[in-house]
């Protein structure tokens, strides 16, 4: 009953009223999960959810509703409710006070959020965001980075470290780096802990791959995802990875894709959307169109006219580039995109559908063999 009063509210107060202690919780500690999720629900009212004096008898803050949350509740549901106070109510203020927003979970949800209001941020807010950009990713990156070396492009990755003892595979840059802290200054000589090689250290870009991101406001997953994978790209040997980022204009990311936080903060959502634009200038990048992949990461809501996107794609495809639309998915996995215009892209040659990080490395994979 305790449990159902909470589901209901405080208008339910005169019908059902917190009882009696139950398995070590707190009458206290009801009343507190109540004031706490009053402060987040009570938005549906519209009311003045800050309101001084009352029973609480202390004026709840967005800090004080962070910690309270942590002490109260499982990590499960705060992930909730922060996710809640972001995307429901717009609970701003969790992202401009530095303490809150360092008490934050960090996951994807909380790095979507940033991404929208980083511009409210600044100073040490600014910096403390970034930190949480860059641990997000890196988890993110993990993931998808073991998805790739599961994949056919993984497997033609002959820059992975060997375990073949052979002096024609000796990594010597990395073996010193990695020995460095057993060198003996007294003999002047490098105590070697072990020794590293690679089947091939040399780059060796023998195609190039050009990923084009649409960043209007409904492809921030999509947008995400993408800029991790163009940096796990970039340090295959055989991809010279280039990656710009759209709406009505076109801002190339290259120079930054080892650098995810500066890839990810770059990031303007929102605006329009001008695809044929932006695959015109993948096309000035393109050097040997028998060895380029243009990956084209779209919902293909195209606002600049349908028919010079389809004419500028079968440009592409006709100089011999493989043009490659990965289509953006909704909240539930599923492909959200322009039927009608991916059917078009398609009826020319490009391949046009929704793939995970493994599908896509076997398909590009298949391309380069």
Not at 223 to 238: D, K, Q
């Amino acid at each position: 009953m305790n449990r159902w009063r909470l589901v209901l509210g405080r208008y339910a107060e005169k019908q059902i009223s917190f009882t009696r202690e139950i398995q070590g919780e707190s009458l206290s500690s009801y009343q507190e999960m109540d004031e706490v999720l009053d402060f987040l629900y009570s938005r549906e009212y519209g009311e003045d959810v800050r309101r001084e004096g009352g029973t609480e008898g202390s004026r709840l803050t967005a800090a004080t509703w962070i910690r309270k949350i942590r002490t109260l509740f499982p990590k499960e549901t705060v992930e909730i409710l922060e996710r809640h106070a972001l995307k429901t109510y717009g609970l701003t203020e969790l992202l401009t006070d530095k303490t809150v927003l360092e008490k934050l979970e960090p996951n994807q949800e909380l790095l979507e959020s940033i991404l929208q209001l980083k511009h409210l941020m600044k100073g040490e807010i600014l910096e403390a965001a970034r930190r949480i950009v860059k641990k997000v990713a890196e988890e993110i990156a993990e993931k998808l980075d073991r998805e790739i070396r599961r994949s056919r492009l993984g497997r033609l990755d002959r820059n992975r470290p060997s375990n073949v003892p052979s002096i024609r595979n000796l990594d010597m840059q990395k073996t010193i780096q990695k020995n460095l802290k057993n060198y003996d200054r007294e003999t002047g000589q490098l105590i070697l802990e072990r020794i590293y090689f690679s089947a091939r250290t040399q780059k060796y870009n023998s195609w190039r791959m050009i990923i084009a991101v649409d960043e209007s406001g409904s492809m921030l997953g999509s947008v995400i995802h993408s800029a991790i994978m163009a940096g796990i790209f970039a340090r295959l040997p055989m991809l010279d990875t280039r990656l710009v980022i759209f709406d009505t204009q076109v801002v190339d990311l290259s120079a930054h894709l080892e650098d995810p936080v500066t890839t990810l903060m770059s990031i303007q959502l929102g605006g329009g959307t001008y695809i044929a634009g932006a695959l015109q200038y993948c096309e000035s990048l393109m050097e040997n169109p028998h060895r380029t992949m243009v990956v084209l990461v779209s919902d293909l809501c195209e606002g600049g006219g349908v028919e010079g996107l389809i004419g500028t794609a079968a440009k592409i495809i006709e100089s011999g580039a493989k043009l490659i639309c990965l289509t953006a998915l909704d909240k539930d996995a599923n492909p959200s995109y322009d039927r009608r215009t991916g059917q078009m892209l398609a009826d020319r040659g490009a391949y046009v559908g929704a793939m995970t990080p493994c599908q896509l490395g076997d398909f590009v994979g298949r391309i380069m063999e």
